[in-house]
């Protein structure tokens, strides 16, 4: 395997622990609300739900010639 595969493959596992790490520290936000401001906010999702859509993957680089 070279080297550029190997290099990808451990940029795409850290960047997908990244993005479970931010999943559980929402997760573990909206657990610790209190009752009275989920029922509040349940017609509008909040800051941070919007800001995880919004992390960006990189796609595969394309080919250098």
């Known amino acids: 395997m ?13 960047l997908e622990k990244q993005r479970e790490k931010a999943e559980r ?10 009752q009275k401001d989920l029922s509040a906010e349940s017609a509008q999702p909040a800051a941070d739900e919007q800001g995880l859509a919004s992390v960006a993957v990189p796609s595969e680089p394309e080919p250098r010639n």
Do not use: D, F, S
């Open 25 to 34: 520290r929402a997760q573990k936000k909206l657990a610790n609300r209190p």
């Open 2 to 14: 070279g080297t550029t595969y190997l290099k990808r493959q451990k940029e795409m596992k850290r």
